[in-house]
């Protein structure tokens, strides 16, 4: 993406949401809602109002039909109601600010997008990133978001935490010991500097592209949304009369 974002089809691609995308989009814009209108988790209207808040109606049926049982799941089940939030995002902030961050031998910026931070009953600060889908918890991204903090929150004791809001699913806390942060923040260091070089590279030769970022095709490819344009892309979407063959074949 940062290699060719300028390029036509991967230009083309990156302004588009997959329907994966557009549900986890809504459903944190959702929960967003939600308690930006704190009342509407006491009414019995709540969902349908938040639905057009979200205006689920232009949404495809897939993405309609998920995104309001998640609604109808949180409605029901509040994770956050009578938290002392210091921030929750509606999901469509952008990039935010860089911390910038100095090693002996190299800086780079750390951008971290959190969903949710609020403070536990002993002064703890709770980071949770909101989940959908079937996808695992993904701990090293805990990890950042712990970095982050050291510099964002730094009177503060974090932890972070993972919540599936599709299917209402808590991950354990993660939390790590200053040595690990600083363990973490050298290995950061050293993914930024070669990942600055892998483009510099990149921008003298194109050609290489493959050989400079080796593919890595699998099961996420199907949520990839470059898998249309990807010639190792494990995920191809078929054709009607594909679909139609295939059917006849497997009968």
């Known amino acids: 993406m940062k290699a060719r974002q300028h390029e036509p089809q991967v230009k083309a691609l990156l302004v588009k949401a997959t329907a994966s995308q557009r549900i986890g989009l809504l459903a944190q814009k959702g929960v967003y809602e939600f308690h930006h209108h704190i009342h509407l988790l006491s009414q019995s209207d709540g969902v349908e109002k938040v639905a057009q808040l979200l205006k689920l109606s232009k949404s495809t049926d897939e993405v309609k039909q998920r995104v309001l049982q998640i609604l109808k799941k949180y409605y029901d089940a509040p994770l956050l109601l009578g938290k002392r939030i210091i921030l929750l995002t509606a999901g469509d902030e952008g990039f935010p600010k860089p911390i910038f961050i100095a090693q002996r031998h190299y800086c780079f910026r750390l951008y971290a997008a959190m969903d949710c931070i609020f403070i536990e009953s002993d002064s703890t600060l709770h980071i949770i990133d909101f989940k959908t889908g079937k996808s695992a918890f993904d701990r090293r991204?805990?990890?950042?978001?712990?970095?982050?903090?050291?510099?964002?929150?730094?009177?503060?004791?974090?932890?972070?935490?993972?919540?599936?809001?599709?299917?209402?699913?808590?991950?354990?806390?993660?939390?790590?010991?200053?040595?690990?942060?600083?363990?973490?923040?050298?290995?950061?260091?050293?993914?930024?500097?070669?990942?600055?070089?892998?483009?510099?590279?990149?921008?003298?030769?194109?050609?290489?592209?493959?050989?400079?970022?080796?593919?890595?095709?699998?099961?996420?490819?199907?949520?990839?949304?470059?898998?249309?344009?990807?010639?190792?892309?494990?995920?191809?979407?078929?054709?009607?009369?594909?679909?139609?063959?295939?059917?006849?074949?497997?009968?």
């Open 141 to 251: 991204q805990a990890l950042v978001y712990l970095l982050a903090a050291r510099y964002l929150y730094p009177r503060y004791q974090v932890v972070a935490s993972f919540y599936n809001l599709e299917l209402c699913k808590k991950s354990e806390l993660i939390s790590v010991t200053t040595s690990e942060l600083d363990c973490l923040e050298c290995e950061l260091a050293e993914i930024a500097r070669k990942h600055q070089q892998d483009l510099q590279n990149y921008q003298e030769k194109n050609s290489d592209f493959n050989d400079i970022f080796p593919p890595n095709p699998g099961p996420h490819c199907r949520f990839c949304p470059f898998h249309s344009i990807c010639e190792f892309s494990a995920f191809k979407v078929l054709s009607p009369h594909q679909i139609v063959d295939n059917s006849i074949n497997s009968d």
